[in-house]
C-alpha cells in the first residue's frame, strides 16, 4: 500500500466509490475501487454456495481489469480459513502454503488478505479477498477498509436475494394460478381417468415449471402400497426403483407422501438432501436433479384415495399462496375423478340395463311408455310393471298410464295410495316389499293381485323435484337380491320422468300456442286454424262468423286497472262460454275483441246466436264486490256469401261490427257498402293527419254573454276543417275520428297553439279580447302529461298570458282518474288558467269529487236548455245546477241559448252567462274580430 495514502483520505475514497457504485454494476465497481484504494493487484468478492465446499465469484479484478467469474472448490485454499468474523492475512509465501490453489498459482500471488461477508441478519454469505504479487502492508487500515468494503457487499447481495427469492415466489404463484387454470380445462374435457391423470402430470411439468410430476392411489392391499397411475417429467425410471407405503408399520410408509395420504393434508420438503424422512429415496432424487417435493393429497368425501406429488429441481420455499393454490388444483383433481368414476358407474349400469332391456323404442308418448313398461318387467323379470301418474287434485290417489302383466297390456284405472306400498314410494322416493305384499295392495286390485308376493317401487320427481307419478314392479316370488332391481328401477325412473315432464312442457307449450292465457279461450292462432279447416270443408254450407268488441271497456281499464279489466275479460267468456250450442266456438282474438264461429250457419241460426250472447251480459258481472254492467257490438259475416276466404271473412265480420258500434245497434250483418265505408273513413283519417301538417284546420269563435248586460265576457273556441277536396267537414264527424285514430292529443295541441296566435294576432292589430277564450280538452288530452307543458310553452311563444284561456273538460275526461284530476286542476288554477266543467249533467259526476275541483264555472249543457221552458224535469235541473253551482262558489254558462224566452228564464234563474245562436253564431277570426271586438271598443268609448 502507498505509504503515502493518510488515514482520511483512504475513508474519503472508500467512501466516494461506495455512494457511486449502481445496482447493477454493484461488485464490479467495488473490486476495482478495492484495488485501487488498497494498491493491490487482484480482488474478489465470492459467494459460499449451500454446500460450503464451493464458492462463486460475484466480481473478481486481475491487474486493472475485470476477468470473467469463477465457481471453484474452496478446500486447499486461502478462502478456506476465512470463517468467524476474523480476517484472514497472509503476508508472503501464499502460493508455497497453498500449492493445490491453481488460481494463486496463475496469479503469482505473494500476500492475501481475507475478510468474511455476512448478511445484515447475521448470515454468513461468503468473503471479499485482496491478493497482491508483493507483501501487503496492514498497517494503514487495510483490514478496517476490508470489513467495510465486505459490510455492504454483504447488504447488497443479502437485498439481492431476498428480491430474487420474492420474484421467485411470485412466478410460482403465477405458474400455479395457470396451472390450476389449465389442469381445469383438462378435468372439463378429458373423459377417461387414465388420460385425464396423465394430462394433469404433463401440465404439472410443462405449466408449472415442475420437473416431475406422478400421481399415485393408496392401495388397502396388506402392504397399503401407494401405487403410481400416471407421471410426466424427468421420471427415466425413478417410480421404478422406489416403494411407497401408507402404513406407519412400514419404514416406507414414513415419507412425504404416506404422511400426506394418513394425515390428509399437504407435505413440503424443501431440500430432499437434508429431510431425514427423506433418506431412502434421497440417493435416486438427487441422481434425478430432485432437490424439493410437494405431497398433495387426494379426497374424496373426506377420504384420502391418492396424492400428486411434485417435484422441483430448486430449494426455494413455495410461498403460502403457492400452497394454496396447488392444494386447490389437488382438490379439483380428486372432484374430477370421482365425476368420471361416477360416471363410468353410471355407463356399466345403463349398460347391464340395456343388455336386459333390448329394443326399447326411442319414440315418445303412450307408446314409448308402454314399450318402456314391457322391457322394464322383462329386465327384471317381474310379472307385472306399472308406471302411474299422482292425481292433480287429490294426492291420494293416482292413474296408471300403463300397466302389464304377464306381458299382456292391461286396462288403466285409478287406485287409492292411503296403506299400500305405492304411499311409501310417494313419501320415501323408493320402497320395496321383499315379502307379502299382496296384502298391502290397494282394494280396487287386491283380489285381482292376490298373487303378488314382492313389490318394488320407485318415485317419479320432475325436474323442480316435485312427485309426479311411479314406477313398480311386482313378483309372484319374494325378492331377495334388490341391487340390480333398485339400480335398474332408479335408470327407468329418470326415463319415465324425462318423458311425463316432457309430455306436460310439450302440453303447456301447446296451451300456451293455442290457448289465451287470460280467458281460457282459444286464441287467435287456434281460432284461424279452425276457421280455415271450417271453411276448407264447407262444400257448399254457410260458415256464419261473429266479431264480439265490448263497448266502452277501455273505461274500465283506465279507471280501475287491468287487473279489474282482465277479470272483467275473464267473466264475460264464461258468459259467452255458457250461451253457445256444441256447433259454435268461441276464441278470443286479443285486447277486448272475441270470435264465434257458427259451423254451419245461417241468417236464422246466427240470429239465435247473437241474441244469446247479447242476454249472457243482460245482468251485471260481480268482480271484487263490484258490478259491472257490460254490453257488446257484434258484426256478422258467411262464408261463402260474402267472403272467399278466413282472412276475408274475420275482415268482413270486423267492418260490420264496426258498422254496429257506430250505428249504436247490438249486431250487424256485412253488407259490400259497409268495405267503402270503412275505406272512405280510412282516407278521412288520413286526410286529417296531414291537416295537422298542412293548415286546412282553422278556428271559430263563438261569443259568450253577460245575461245581465249582454255584453262580450269571452268565447269558445271552435276547430272547423274544410278539406281541399272532401269540403266541410263537421266537428262531430272530425273529432270523434280522431279519438278513434289516436289524433286527438295532437289535434288539441294545434288548437292551444293557434288560440295563442289569434290573440297575439289580434293584439297586434289593436284588438282586445276582453274576458278569456275557452278551448276544449279531450279526455285523452287531459291525460296526457304534456298537457301543462304545451299550454306554457304555446303562451310564452305567443307572448300570451295564462289568464286569458279558459279551459273545458268534460265530466268524463277528469272523473277516469279523479284524484289525478283534482291535482292537475289545481295546478292549471295555480298557473292562472281558467277552468270550465263542460256538458254538466250528462256524464256520471261524484259531487264529493266535484267540490274539490278548482273549476270557476260549469256550463249547463243545451240538451236541458233546449227543453227547459216546456219540460219540468229539465227545468229542475237546470234550477239545480245553477243553484249548486252558486254553492260551489262557480258561475253557470248556460249553451245553446236560442230564443230571448230562454234567456230571459236563466237569468232569473240566476244563471251569469250563455252563448247560443241568440246571441252568436261563431265566426271566424276576422269575423268575430269585426262585429264583436269592434263594438266592444266602441261601447268602451
Given at each position: 500500500?502507498?505509504?503515502?495514502?493518510?488515514?482520511?483520505?483512504?475513508?474519503?475514497?472508500?467512501?466516494?466509490?461506495?455512494?457511486?457504485?449502481?445496482?447493477?454494476?454493484?461488485?464490479?465497481?467495488?473490486?476495482?475501487?478495492?484495488?485501487?484504494?488498497?494498491?493491490?493487484?487482484?480482488?474478489?468478492?465470492?459467494?459460499?454456495?449451500?454446500?460450503?465446499?464451493?464458492?462463486?465469484?460475484?466480481?473478481?479484478?486481475?491487474?486493472?481489469?475485470?476477468?470473467?467469474?469463477?465457481?471453484?472448490?474452496?478446500?486447499?485454499?486461502?478462502?478456506?480459513?476465512?470463517?468467524?468474523?476474523?480476517?484472514?492475512?497472509?503476508?508472503?509465501?501464499?502460493?508455497?502454503?497453498?500449492?493445490?490453489?491453481?488460481?494463486?498459482?496463475?496469479?503469482?500471488?505473494?500476500?492475501?488478505?481475507?475478510?468474511?461477508?455476512?448478511?445484515?441478519?447475521?448470515?454468513?454469505?461468503?468473503?471479499?479477498?485482496?491478493?497482491?504479487?508483493?507483501?501487503?502492508?496492514?498497517?494503514?487500515?487495510?483490514?478496517?477498509?476490508?470489513?467495510?468494503?465486505?459490510?455492504?457487499?454483504?447488504?447488497?447481495?443479502?437485498?439481492?436475494?431476498?428480491?430474487?427469492?420474492?420474484?421467485?415466489?411470485?412466478?410460482?404463484?403465477?405458474?400455479?394460478?395457470?396451472?390450476?387454470?389449465?389442469?381445469?380445462?383438462?378435468?372439463?374435457?378429458?373423459?377417461?381417468?387414465?388420460?385425464?391423470?396423465?394430462?394433469?402430470?404433463?401440465?404439472?411439468?410443462?405449466?408449472?415449471?415442475?420437473?416431475?410430476?406422478?400421481?399415485?392411489?393408496?392401495?388397502?392391499?396388506?402392504?397399503?402400497?401407494?401405487?403410481?397411475?400416471?407421471?410426466?417429467?424427468?421420471?427415466?425410471?425413478?417410480?421404478?426403483?422406489?416403494?411407497?407405503?401408507?402404513?406407519?408399520?412400514?419404514?416406507?410408509?414414513?415419507?412425504?407422501?404416506?404422511?400426506?395420504?394418513?394425515?390428509?393434508?399437504?407435505?413440503?420438503?424443501?431440500?430432499?438432501?437434508?429431510?431425514?424422512?427423506?433418506?431412502?429415496?434421497?440417493?435416486?432424487?438427487?441422481?434425478?436433479?430432485?432437490?424439493?417435493?410437494?405431497?398433495?393429497?387426494?379426497?374424496?368425501?373426506?377420504?384420502?384415495?391418492?396424492?400428486?406429488?411434485?417435484?422441483?429441481?430448486?430449494?426455494?420455499?413455495?410461498?403460502?399462496?403457492?400452497?394454496?393454490?396447488?392444494?386447490?388444483?389437488?382438490?379439483?383433481?380428486?372432484?374430477?375423478?370421482?365425476?368420471?368414476?361416477?360416471?363410468?358407474?353410471?355407463?356399466?349400469?345403463?349398460?347391464?340395463?340395456?343388455?336386459?332391456?333390448?329394443?326399447?323404442?326411442?319414440?315418445?308418448?303412450?307408446?314409448?311408455?308402454?314399450?318402456?313398461?314391457?322391457?322394464?318387467?322383462?329386465?327384471?323379470?317381474?310379472?307385472?310393471?306399472?308406471?302411474?301418474?299422482?292425481?292433480?287434485?287429490d294426492p291420494n290417489r293416482a292413474h296408471t298410464l300403463t300397466i302389464v302383466i304377464d306381458g299382456e297390456r292391461q286396462?288403466?284405472?285409478?287406485?287409492?295410495?292411503?296403506?299400500?306400498?305405492?304411499?311409501?314410494?310417494?313419501?320415501?322416493?323408493?320402497?320395496?316389499?321383499?315379502?307379502?305384499?299382496?296384502?298391502?295392495?290397494?282394494?280396487?286390485?287386491?283380489?285381482?293381485?292376490?298373487?303378488?308376493?314382492?313389490?318394488?317401487?320407485?318415485?317419479?320427481?320432475?325436474?323442480?323435484?316435485?312427485?309426479?307419478?311411479?314406477?313398480?314392479?311386482?313378483?309372484?316370488?319374494?325378492?331377495?337380491?334388490?341391487?340390480?332391481?333398485?339400480?335398474?328401477?332408479?335408470?327407468?325412473?329418470?326415463?319415465?320422468?324425462?318423458?311425463?315432464?316432457?309430455?306436460?312442457?310439450?302440453?303447456?307449450?301447446?296451451?300456451?300456442?293455442?290457448?289465451?292465457?287470460?280467458?281460457?279461450?282459444?286464441?287467435?292462432?287456434?281460432?284461424?286454424?279452425?276457421?280455415?279447416?271450417?271453411?276448407?270443408?264447407?262444400?257448399?254450407?254457410?260458415?256464419?262468423?261473429?266479431?264480439?268488441?265490448?263497448?266502452?271497456?277501455?273505461?274500465?281499464?283506465?279507471?280501475?286497472?287491468?287487473?279489474?279489466?282482465?277479470?272483467?275479460?275473464?267473466?264475460?267468456?264464461?258468459?259467452?262460454?255458457?250461451?253457445?250450442?256444441?256447433?259454435?266456438?268461441?276464441?278470443?282474438?286479443?285486447?277486448?275483441?272475441?270470435?264465434?264461429?257458427?259451423?254451419?250457419?245461417?241468417?236464422?241460426?246466427?240470429?239465435?246466436?247473437?241474441?244469446?250472447?247479447?242476454?249472457?251480459?243482460?245482468?251485471?258481472?260481480?268482480?271484487?264486490?263490484?258490478?259491472?254492467?257490460?254490453?257488446?257490438?257484434?258484426?256478422?259475416?258467411?262464408?261463402?256469401?260474402?267472403?272467399?276466404?278466413?282472412?276475408?271473412?274475420?275482415?268482413?265480420?270486423?267492418?260490420?261490427?264496426?258498422?254496429?258500434?257506430?250505428?249504436?245497434?247490438?249486431?250487424?250483418?256485412?253488407?259490400?257498402?259497409?268495405?267503402?265505408?270503412?275505406?272512405?273513413?280510412?282516407?278521412?283519417?288520413?286526410?286529417?293527419?296531414?291537416?295537422?301538417?298542412?293548415?286546412?284546420?282553422?278556428?271559430?269563435?263563438?261569443?259568450?254573454?253577460?245575461?245581465?248586460?249582454?255584453?262580450?265576457?269571452?268565447?269558445?273556441?271552435?276547430?272547423?276543417?274544410?278539406?281541399?277536396?272532401?269540403?266541410?267537414?263537421?266537428?262531430?264527424?272530425?273529432?270523434?275520428?280522431?279519438?278513434?285514430?289516436?289524433?286527438?292529443?295532437?289535434?288539441?295541441?294545434?288548437?292551444?297553439?293557434?288560440?295563442?296566435?289569434?290573440?297575439?294576432?289580434?293584439?297586434?292589430?289593436?284588438?282586445?279580447?276582453?274576458?278569456?277564450?275557452?278551448?276544449?280538452?279531450?279526455?285523452?288530452?287531459?291525460?296526457?302529461?304534456?298537457?301543462?307543458?304545451?299550454?306554457?310553452?304555446?303562451?310564452?311563444?305567443?307572448?300570451?298570458?295564462?289568464?286569458?284561456?279558459?279551459?273545458?273538460?268534460?265530466?268524463?275526461?277528469?272523473?277516469?282518474?279523479?284524484?289525478?284530476?283534482?291535482?292537475?286542476t289545481e295546478a292549471l288554477k295555480s298557473l292562472g288558467y281558467g277552468l270550465s266543467i263542460d256538458d254538466f249533467g250528462?256524464?256520471?259526476?261524484?259531487?264529493?269529487?266535484?267540490?274539490?275541483?278548482?273549476?270557476?264555472?260549469?256550463?249547463?249543457?243545451?240538451?236541458?236548455?233546449?227543453?227547459?221552458?216546456?219540460?219540468?224535469?229539465?227545468?229542475?235541473?237546470?234550477?239545480?245546477?245553477?243553484?249548486?253551482?252558486?254553492?260551489?262558489?262557480?258561475?253557470?254558462?248556460?249553451?245553446?241559448?236560442?230564443t230571448a224566452e230562454q234567456a230571459q228564464a236563466l237569468l232569473a234563474m240566476g244563471c251569469q252567462q250563455a252563448q247560443?245562436?241568440?246571441?252568436?253564431?261563431?265566426?271566424?277570426?276576422?269575423?268575430?274580430?269585426?262585429?264583436?271586438?269592434?263594438?266592444?271598443?266602441?261601447?268602451?268609448?
Amino acid at each position: 500500500m502507498n505509504d503515502l495514502v493518510t488515514t482520511h483520505d483512504v475513508f474519503r475514497r472508500l467512501a466516494d466509490s461506495l455512494s457511486k457504485a449502481t445496482d447493477d454494476a454493484f461488485f464490479d465497481q467495488l473490486v476495482a475501487a478495492l484495488s485501487d484504494i488498497l494498491g493491490v493487484d487482484y480482488v474478489m468478492v465470492a459467494r459460499v454456495e449451500e454446500d460450503g465446499e464451493h464458492a462463486t465469484t460475484l466480481a473478481l479484478w486481475a491487474l486493472d481489469r475485470l476477468i470473467a467469474n469463477t465457481r471453484y472448490p474452496l478446500t486447499g485454499t486461502p478462502c478456506e480459513r476465512v470463517s468467524g468474523h476474523a480476517a484472514c492475512h497472509f503476508a508472503h509465501d501464499v502460493c508455497a502454503r497453498f500449492p493445490d490453489d491453481p488460481l494463486l498459482v496463475e496469479l503469482n500471488v505473494e500476500a492475501y488478505l481475507g475478510v468474511p461477508m455476512y448478511a445484515p441478519d447475521g448470515r454468513p454469505l461468503g468473503l471479499v479477498a485482496a491478493m497482491h504479487s508483493r507483501p501487503i502492508d496492514t498497517s494503514r487500515h487495510a483490514e478496517e477498509v476490508m470489513r467495510i468494503t465486505a459490510a455492504h457487499a454483504g447488504t447488497e447481495l443479502a437485498r439481492r436475494e431476498s428480491e430474487l427469492l420474492h420474484r421467485g415466489r411470485l412466478l410460482g404463484t403465477n405458474r400455479a394460478l395457470k396451472l390450476l387454470s389449465r389442469c381445469n380445462e383438462a378435468l372439463i374435457h378429458t373423459e377417461q381417468e387414465p388420460q385425464l391423470l396423465e394430462a394433469i402430470c404433463q401440465l404439472a411439468v410443462e405449466v408449472g415449471g415442475y420437473c416431475m410430476a406422478w400421481v399415485g392411489y393408496a392401495m388397502h392391499d396388506e402392504t397399503r402400497r401407494i401405487e403410481p397411475r400416471a407421471s410426466a417429467g424427468n421420471v427415466q425410471g425413478y417410480l421404478d426403483h422406489i416403494t411407497l407405503s401408507w402404513s406407519t408399520d412400514h419404514r416406507n410408509g414414513l415419507g412425504p407422501a404416506g404422511r400426506a395420504v394418513r394425515s390428509g393434508k399437504p407435505v413440503i420438503i424443501n431440500d430432499l438432501a437434508n429431510d431425514p424422512s427423506f433418506v431412502h429415496w434421497r440417493g435416486m432424487a438427487m441422481q434425478q436433479g430432485f432437490r424439493s417435493l410437494v405431497c398433495l393429497p387426494l379426497k374424496r368425501g373426506g377420504q384420502v384415495f391418492g396424492i400428486l406429488a411434485l417435484y422441483q429441481p430448486h430449494t426455494e420455499p413455495i410461498s403460502d399462496e403457492e400452497g394454496q393454490l396447488l392444494s386447490e388444483l389437488a382438490d379439483n383433481l380428486a372432484f374430477g375423478i370421482d365425476v368420471l368414476r361416477q360416471r363410468l358407474e353410471q355407463q356399466r349400469v345403463q349398460r347391464a340395463v340395456l343388455q336386459i332391456a333390448t329394443a326399447v323404442s326411442a319414440r315418445s308418448g303412450a307408446e314409448f311408455l308402454d314399450q318402456l313398461t314391457h322391457h322394464m318387467a322383462e329386465a327384471l323379470d317381474a310379472e307385472l310393471a306399472f308406471i302411474a301418474r299422482l292425481d292433480d287434485a287429490d294426492p291420494n290417489r293416482a292413474h296408471t298410464l300403463t300397466i302389464v302383466i304377464d306381458g299382456e297390456r292391461q286396462p288403466n284405472f285409478s287406485y287409492t295410495l292411503p296403506g299400500a306400498p305405492c304411499e311409501d314410494v310417494v313419501i320415501e322416493a323408493e320402497s320395496i316389499v321383499h315379502d307379502d305384499a299382496g296384502k298391502r295392495l290397494p282394494l280396487e286390485g287386491r283380489e285381482a293381485l292376490s298373487w303378488v308376493r314382492a313389490y318394488a317401487g320407485r318415485r317419479l320427481d320432475n325436474s323442480a323435484g316435485q312427485p309426479v307419478g311411479l314406477i313398480g314392479v311386482m313378483f309372484a316370488r319374494p325378492l331377495h337380491d334388490t341391487e340390480l332391481v333398485t339400480s335398474v328401477l332408479q335408470i327407468f325412473a329418470a326415463g319415465v320422468a324425462a318423458e311425463l315432464e316432457r309430455q306436460e312442457d310439450e302440453a303447456h307449450i301447446r296451451r300456451l300456442a293455442y290457448r289465451d292465457l287470460g280467458t281460457g279461450l282459444p286464441n287467435r292462432t287456434a281460432f284461424m286454424q279452425r276457421l280455415q279447416s271450417a271453411v276448407a270443408r264447407a262444400d257448399g254450407t254457410r260458415v256464419g262468423l261473429m266479431l264480439l268488441d265490448l263497448n266502452r271497456f277501455k273505461d274500465i281499464n283506465d279507471s280501475l286497472g287491468h287487473d279489474i279489466g282482465d277479470k272483467v275479460l275473464a267473466a264475460v267468456a264464461n258468459s259467452f262460454s255458457g250461451a253457445l250450442l256444441d256447433n259454435e266456438y268461441l276464441a278470443r282474438l286479443g285486447g277486448d275483441e272475441f270470435v264465434v264461429l257458427v259451423d254451419p250457419g245461417d241468417m236464422y241460426s246466427i240470429t239465435h246466436t247473437a241474441s244469446r250472447l247479447l242476454r249472457s251480459l243482460d245482468a251485471p258481472l260481480q268482480i271484487d264486490e263490484q258490478a259491472f254492467e257490460v254490453d257488446v257490438s257484434i258484426g256478422i259475416a258467411f262464408y261463402p256469401d260474402d267472403a272467399g276466404s278466413p282472412r276475408e271473412l274475420l275482415k268482413y265480420s270486423d267492418i260490420a261490427m264496426y258498422q254496429a258500434k257506430q250505428q249504436d245497434v247490438p249486431y250487424r250483418f256485412f253488407e259490400a257498402h259497409m268495405e267503402a265505408a270503412l275505406a272512405s273513413r280510412l282516407d278521412m283519417a288520413k286526410r286529417l293527419a296531414g291537416a295537422l301538417l298542412n293548415g286546412s284546420l282553422s278556428l271559430n269563435f263563438q261569443p259568450q254573454v253577460d245575461l245581465a248586460s249582454g255584453r262580450l265576457v269571452g268565447a269558445e273556441v271552435l276547430c272547423r276543417w274544410n278539406d281541399p277536396e272532401l269540403g266541410a267537414i263537421s266537428p262531430a264527424e272530425f273529432i270523434p275520428l280522431a279519438e278513434e285514430r289516436g289524433m286527438i292529443v295532437a289535434l288539441g295541441n294545434w288548437v292551444i297553439n293557434a288560440t295563442c296566435r289569434q290573440l297575439a294576432a289580434w293584439k297586434h292589430s289593436g284588438f282586445e279580447m276582453p274576458g278569456q277564450l275557452a278551448i276544449n280538452v279531450a279526455s285523452r288530452q287531459f291525460d296526457d302529461h304534456q298537457l301543462i307543458a304545451t299550454l306554457q310553452r304555446s303562451c310564452a311563444e305567443h307572448s300570451v298570458s295564462a289568464s286569458q284561456l279558459g279551459l273545458e273538460l268534460t265530466e268524463s275526461g277528469f272523473m277516469s282518474d279523479p284524484d289525478q284530476a283534482v291535482a292537475i286542476t289545481e295546478a292549471l288554477k295555480s298557473l292562472g288558467y281558467g277552468l270550465s266543467i263542460d256538458d254538466f249533467g250528462t256524464g256520471y259526476s261524484s259531487l264529493s269529487y266535484l267540490k274539490r275541483f278548482a273549476a270557476d264555472k260549469i256550463k249547463i249543457d243545451m240538451s236541458f236548455v233546449a227543453d227547459m221552458l216546456e219540460d219540468d224535469n229539465d227545468h229542475a235541473i237546470v234550477t239545480t245546477i245553477i243553484a249548486m253551482a252558486r254553492n260551489l262558489q262557480m258561475d253557470t254558462v248556460a249553451e245553446g241559448v236560442e230564443t230571448a224566452e230562454q234567456a230571459q228564464a236563466l237569468l232569473a234563474m240566476g244563471c251569469q252567462q250563455a252563448q247560443g245562436y241568440h246571441f252568436g253564431k261563431p265566426l271566424s277570426a276576422d269575423a268575430f274580430a269585426a262585429h264583436w271586438l269592434t263594438s266592444a271598443l266602441i261601447r268602451e268609448r
